[in-house]
């Protein structure tokens, strides 16, 4: 599994700690006795999927002299109550990079435990789970990462690396366009590098098959259709294209995510599995 | 109400940017014709508190040659289907902004919208509800902002701006301090700015009067208390030092802000206004 | 045609800027008077195709209070001794920004032009010339921004964007696996984004049918074919997997390309383009 | 010979990293195992000098945890064949780094290679061939380095660092100014730190006397002058002002510069050295 | 005592370091020999106190493999030739790291000497010295470290961690506000973070009770009081808000500092600290 | 006379604002209402020469909407009382820009109003006063734009730009190198770029001549010479090499400049122009 470089996590963990303790850690460089040392625990209270191991080490390293051993890895299950991971070092620096760290590791193991159970709830299909764009600006590598952990898959990272139509660019070329749409999008085709995957999203069953007519869409997303329309609309594309992929999105909660695999589409996005994130309750214990 | 500088949302929006379109945005300037125009609607699909105007603003208008328009203003409260504000410029450049420029204000409102929930359960006590420190790396101006936004109050914004020494703290300084902890606070506050706020974490009721006998204690806060516990905490603390803050926090849900409002504690912080945040429902409709 | 984004440009621009005349311009700010002003005009020393306007005007934009005005645009034909654009400003900063200004767009313009000889080249079949990754380390949008404006097409950005595996790639699949290469292939295949191209290299014709038996190929990749073996392994591309695009690679010469383009291949790529250019003549004139 | 700094080395290094993987190598981490280890050689294709080994050893060891060891050094002759380096180390990150490792030891190799070239043709001769400000933007430091391993010489760095009076300058010295062109350049001469070396550029024999005349010419340079009139100017210089250098420049070709030198001019500066660079072929074979 | 993160050090001195040898040391470089060592001293030229200990370490280690050797550590007291530190390494990056290292360390021990005596002149009183915003843009952080070096106290650290209403903010309220200013002042109080100080300066005497009536003040500022106006004034705060501090401010020389300080106050401010700021003279000896 | 450039003074300005306000101005913003505006007035609290109006000016526009216009400008003299410059603009952005503003003017015209002492002191000689690399990390460009706003004149600007062989060179060279100097600096200088001025250093007499014969010398600087020796030096140093400048260094007070410059010499370095600055007195007034 592709880990997010250690590049960026050095450079996203500095501009946390610097965030946090722009002049320093009030608290502990001044209560604190130098020489104290600390081992500490990082904890589950509650159950879940771990990701983030990469981003609190370098909270810690990045802090001080901090040595971190990691009793799981990441995509791995926990549940509450496991031992995570044991932090050891000077007392001041380890109280100083906690919170950074803990919001890194919260963070990205609550995307990938809520990820997993998406996943979970498509098992036994061969329909992938995947994120979308409505990713925390700035962070959108490591919130893709985690959904990897959780079992999920990547969509297209950025505007720049592959071709999605969506309802908004389809009002455009019908407001400005003369020509029909099959052709539009030959054409545009043509401009595009040969690696480029196009995918359309349609609302309506008949805006199929002039859309698969243009012969150069590799995938197209069915966006907020009933399971009815679903069903449907999968049955017309296998017919139509078969080696075009089905994409459902739009409305997407996790007790839909059985029905909607039912229907034979590809890929479920799942717009929640990164905009609305609740941190995974782990906690830094301080042994005594 | 203090807002995040230009300068900061300038820098955060140019960086979402350009994660999101690092070379281009392939659809949008590929099929689009480069004179096609659009007018464009943001519009609520849910109820909820606005928070993050000028970062969509922004995201708009670093893309392209885009006017912005709010009907509302960061703080004020919409329902369902309200007009927030119309975008107009190139068609390219207004569905290149899009996502960016959603997925900053959907969370900042999410925030906001969260946060005032919290506010109207604590309402008719004198009680302020604040964030804390588990905000997402590298926004956390934006998100106290919003918070502001909901009506509630801000913590100190980082380790460097206030003390605050919680259980981690007192475990290291009674693991390694041979005095009396009074004589400790006393001692390290004299190194202190003259500026700084000190706040103490007691978990249980019998550490409050060593704590407060130290005389440098401006904050205590009853950590996970029971509404019990927490209604003898208030008594004592009043008793002993009137001039002494009270914050509640731990184990802080929706439910239980108005009991714990009615102790009289001064603050209550809560975590989840940030670090658990659902983005609101807010979509950009191309006017035909 | 898609556009490097005005903030990339500013950037590059400034950087540029600032590496030319790092704590100012000893000669013009001494020599010439503060409010001489002068014309300047771009003109073309040898015939060539435009690529790089917006670089040569933000030079000056961001040197000083200069206007500057094209009379061809980018991806068009000139000839020897024609006027390209004309700059007016205070003399000192036209002077100033003169060289950053001419040398990005001699290089650009230099690229475009090349390139266009390789499209020329190939004209009358449908084969596409393409760019590689061997650009100029921190100028790829740019280059292959110039590429486009010379007619040719750009191949995958970064190893980020689309899949390559190419001979050494295969040398350690074969050194550390013990599976065919057809499974490894359909296997890895299953963790990428549904949106990855995958394109593999071949040396001889003798792997043509394992590669394209995993079924997951889009592009296969002639390395270092002589053209009697190309017009075999179209052929025979053809024949088992009419769908997937061919590539011709190493080798190549602007001699060879319409020879190459008769085999039929989809696609010519073309290190040369961007690795080993010339810059365009082209010369900037103050008008007395 | 001064060496670029090892702090602007990985400057760009990372950004050229971060261009050309920003989220991921697809290839390598998706395919190949990561226990995976080899060994690589650099391998010349065609003769030249090396120039870059700093550059290509920091592509790697910044991409992972690989060995290089070179077998020649910058500045060195090689031959087609010649082993110039080994990198040993995880198979994933060899090949993550290789094409920038390649994309910059090419160029610079070209470059030097290229220098060594013009630096033979003077060879006998007390004549400097130096590089000019027409560099790569962004890249001047590094293409300096190169013209030196090359047994070239470097000209000024930047506008900041010394005078150089071009025909457009004297243009809006001659449009503007009411005083003769000596008596402007004695006075402009006062305001300059004592450390900046002054050069005058003239197209034309009868500009010699008066720009001599001024007295504060460190260098001539004798644009574009034909060989007569470069034989002319020299001895016109000699006799006037012996201790003033003599820089001939313009229309400058390999096939001229033995005659250039022979007319005893101290500096023949070539753009071309830089403006115009083939990257010189050199392979990374994966040992088996 | 809390000492400047090894971040911000290492940022500032790699930016020192690229300022003073944007492209190489030509007399380092040059003029000597690869291999040459040496062991330098740094040695007082004059009484003082050190800080500035890390700065000078991270200038050489840096710029080389040099190995710094403090024998004092930040601020320790030294007097006139005495040997602080020895640094051994190639004699190119000794040389090359001097200037800057020197000019780090001269510029703190300068501040942290200044502020020794003004500390001295308050000896056997109760009130602190400290410093104020009037610092070299940029270097806040170890000016502030310096004056603690020197046995003084931080004020605020910027705008944004405390309120401190000034003259200029009074009249400003004067000029627009209808309300009295207590009023002004608890209502805007409600909205500050509850760990905020809240210091209010004065001018006159008179405005002492109105300010202090607020009962949200908890330094009040004496802006240039006389002597005898200034013990009216600690008498006046005593009696009326006996929690409060008092500052003195404005027109502090070292020769008032006892006086001010039997008046009672709790903190003197010192622009000078920072605003005026004689580099120590420390000279680095090369060993012979 | 050069400017610092806008960017430069624009980067700057930016990184003090965020250094004195990182997430806003809690006095001004909370405290006075938005829609105040204010006049304020620079004004000079002592005598002195201007140097910082950009700087100024920008602090002002980068906080806010903020009008500013100077009466004087940068080189001008100017006596305690008078008015220098009208800002215009919110209340809360004057307030807030107020003290970077300053900081940055105060110094600078501290810097041009010492050195225009310095350069009085010698005025009736030929003799140049200049500042020396003993700057401020980080402001180099400002504080030497400074010392020619006082009439001074700049030395090199770094490492890169000039040679100066110092003491410690000699040391070295003399430690490690077998041959004599002479020839040592004439080989060495064969590698440098034509444009390099060569600058040797010496403390005794005896050393002029030995360095004067290597002939590629530009200036000599004498070091902690005596008066006498300063006449001896010149007289020396003007009859063996007619064409080389004579630096006087070190020891250098105000009280002395006179009788150096008496002695012929061409410059005279003051490291106290830029090392031990005095603030100047400037305020600013809020209108009423």
């Excluded at 040392?37 to 901090?66: H, K, N, P, W, Y």
């Excluded at 449907?232 to 909607?260: D, F, Q």
Aim: proline residues 3%.
């Amino acid at each position: 599994m592709m880990k997010p470089s250690a590049a960026y996590v050095d450079k996203l963990v500095r501009a946390a700690l610097d965030e946090d303790a722009p002049w320093g850690d009030l608290s502990a460089q001044t209560f604190l006795p130098s020489s104290a040392r600390v081992r500490a625990q990082l904890v589950a209270r509650e159950d879940g999927v771990l990701a983030g191991e990469d981003l609190f080490t370098a909270s810690m390293r990045l802090t001080g002299d901090i040595t971190v051993r990691f009793e799981l890895h990441d995509g791995q299950r926990f549940s509450r109550g496991t031992l995570l991971a044991t932090a050891e070092g000077p007392a001041r620096d380890v109280l100083t990079g906690e919170r950074v760290g803990l919001n890194f590791i919260q963070r990205l193991s609550g995307i990938a435990t809520l990820t997993a159970s998406y996943v979970a709830a498509a098992a036994g299909s061969a329909t992938r789970i995947t994120d979308t764009r409505k990713t925390t600006p700035g962070l959108r590598q490591l919130e893709r990462y985690a959904v990897r952990c959780g079992g999920g898959h990547n969509h297209r990272f950025s505007l720049s690396d592959a071709v999605m139509l969506k309802d908004n660019h389809l009002a455009v070329l019908t407001q400005n366009g003369a020509r029909a749409l099959p052709e539009s999008l030959r054409e545009a085709a043509q401009s595009l590098p040969h690696t480029t995957h196009i995918e359309v999203e349609v609302d309506r069953l008949d805006q199929i098959p002039s859309v698969l007519s243009s012969g150069v869409v590799n995938t197209l997303m069915l966006d907020n259709f009933s399971l009815d329309a679903m069903h449907e609309g999968v049955a017309l594309v296998r017919k139509l294209a078969p080696g075009v992929l089905i994409e459902a999105s739009g409305g997407i909660t996790l007790e839909r995510i059985a029905a909607i695999a039912a229907t034979g589409v590809d890929l479920i996005s799942v717009g929640a599995l990164t905009h609305s994130v609740r941190a995974l309750d782990l906690g830094l214990d301080i042994q005594s």
